[in-house]
């Protein structure tokens, strides 16, 4: 690949300059960076495809299963996730994903099963299979009374930073989550994303070699949501195994190497995003824009256009599905001939990740987000 | 990891706890007033119906005031965390619940044994209470410190985000302990079961102790007087560990 125009890797795609994405020949993700082996820009890129290579695990999960008195909110989980891979975990609320990270993180134990972090068993070698993990969870837990710095301070104690490491790795983090030149203000003072960002740097000052990420940029304004990504994506070129849990299926779809999708405490599917959207090609689309806008009956008129499985309003556009593209644009076409008005945009689209979570989770979609059937 | 190095671990991180409780939640309303107001309300009470002298009241007072202080910070705290969702930031570190729990411990015993001094110079310079033995009085409120202080932390795994929920436990402790352990009512005055519960109550022997220090009478040795205390440190923090892990599903 040496004197292409790669640029950066988005999960299991090379991005290349023009943005279209290389799919990877491993059935594998991570894996798949390792087999493409690009000249990376720097040294840390070069240190993850390494990483990528060795055999060793991060996360093993086998026949994992959690009851809470008759209720099974985890019903025999397994997997396992690669050195140096970043994982998603998504599924609807109630799914099961903070009670696996309880237990994974050895907050919860498992009612059977077991779970082991880079070797270590969660259950009986719980403080040594934390020491290499950092936890950020999906409440921006920081303590409000005290001040930033002291927050960085508590944490670093608690996963016993040397003494001269804390403050240099602290000053590090707060400069990087741009939190430094408030490091001395108490923390209720902070903004929604300055909480949030300082929950991710508390949750990486002991430098993990994984990191458990809750809904890491859920609900943040523009800024915070930039910075956040831009760590995450560093963190993953410097080899740091990341287990993401986040309801941004796009995020998923952009940052992991492989996902799985978890529904009423059971894996529906593992496997790399491209990969997974393989499995629902009948659910291919054409994204439409008319010149005159939208009209109330359009909707239903171009549901029943022929080919059109069902029909979608997005925004301006209107998103229909079929197994048919190129029929669907004919008829499309025709159809904005006959009620006078101009097509100002049409695209094809393959599956998204979201289609698929839609699809494995029985979710349905209703106006222009997902929602639960029950 | 060796055990020094583990050890080692377990208290710097005991005392990271133990910092971030003072700093937070020392001033806290709930924890002054059941910490430092109640008892010193307690005193004027006996004082007003003159059961006793102020100088003779001061041993009870400062068994009283170990008791309330060093179990008013975890039944606050604990709760508050739980809401904030900073207890799990806590049960996730790489540390053992008891360090945890002598962590939580560690901040209600350094706030009780700075009210039981300020308590102990205030009657020193106010009332020139005479003391006897002050090794004893020192032994005394330590202990009782951290055995109440175990005893918040204890109380405080219940799992309620409340912290009146866990405070209205506690009470129902330590309001018929004052009674039943010499506290302001010699123990040789109390029924026949009544003299029987004060044996298990560790106020007891935290008393005895303090009592000792002032006026030397003792109903127990100093020796049997700590060991209790230890007993009880050791049983609170064996069930504290128990009902924090039970509780954390």
Redesign the interface.
Known sequence: MKGTNLEFEEGDKIVLHNGSPLLPTSTDGAAAKAIDTPTPSDGAAAKAIETTKTDAQAIEVSHLVKR?GAFTAVNDISFSVAVGETFGFLGPNGAGKTTTIRML?????PTSGMATIFGHDIVRE???A??SMG?V?E?S??????TGW?NM???A????VGRSERDKKATELLKRFELHERRGDKVHGYSKGMKRRLTIA?GLVNSPRLLFLDEPTSGLDVESNLIIRDMISDLIAGGVTVFLTTHNIEEANVLCDRVAIIDKGHIAAIDAPERLKKTIQSVQSVEVAFLDGKSPERLDELRSLPMVNDARKEGDKFKLFTENPTEVIESVMAYAQTHHTRVISITTLGPSLEDVFVKLTGLQHSGGGVTAID | ?GFQDRLS?EL??A???A??DV??YYLRPGVIVGGVLFPLFMFLAFTAGKLATPVALVPGLIGITTLFSASSIEPVSVPIERR???F?????????LNALVLGESLSGLLYSLLIAVVVFVAALIILMTPITNIFLIVLGILFSSLCFATLGTLFAAYPTENPGDIISMVNVIRFPLIFISGVFIPIATLPAVGQMIAYISPLTYANDLIQGGYNGKMTFHPIVDVLMLIVFILIFQLIANYLY?RF??
Do not use: C, E, H
């Open positions: 809470f993180t050895g907050i919860s134990p719980t403080v040594a934390r020491q936890i969870s409440t837990n920081v303590y409000t009374d005290l002291q301070m508590l944490a104690q608690l996963y016993r508390m | 990891m671990r710097v991180a005392w990271a706890i910092k971030k700093l937070i904030m969702a900073t799990d930031r806590l049960l996730a570190a790489p540390i053992s892990k954390n599903d």
